[in-house]
């Protein structure tokens, strides 16, 4: 438990800021499981019951947006996922919520490749689904700190369900899953 909590605190951070997303978010969801392994184990749990419904719906948005990329040309790749474990439970602590109140837990990542592609992506998800107002990070004009660079929009998608997608080049990509 003194580890885990000493890996949350320190070499996590350490990771996002040297951005190693990959790194940071395997450490996150090993130190969870044994710095609060009842709230782990049960969070896991709730998700299980929803697995089968949540592939469906992954899929049905992969195919909206691949769809609309091949009708203008774009070579994309489209990958959908839920939101690692710390970064729910996190969300559910500081907001002090259950997991069921949870409406952003699915992310989905859209790989183009160049800048301009990347805006022309984002104004066809725009026109797909609505996007939520406040919700929108520009990345690319303003990288972070550790060189991050991305689009980022939330979106009331199908089924009239919130979710994140992120927009990057491949070469973005490498940079934000593996560092500089």
Known sequence: EKIALETLEIYCPLAGRMGISALKVELEDLCFK?????TYYSLVQQIK???????RYIAEVINSISRELTKVGF?????????????????????????????DVLAFRVLVDSVAECYATLGLVHSLWKPIPGRFKAFIAMPKTNHYQS???TVIGPGGERIEIQIRTVEMHQIAERGI
């Open 34 to 38: 044994y710095y609060r392994p009842d």
């Open 151 to 153: 689009l980022h929009t």
């Open 75 to 103: 070579k994309a790749e489209v990958y959908g996922r839920s939101k690692h474990l710390w970064s729910i439970y996190k969300k559910m602590a500081t907001r002090n919520i259950d997991y069921d109140q949870v409406y």
């Open 49 to 55: 019951k929803t697995e089968v419904e949540t592939d």
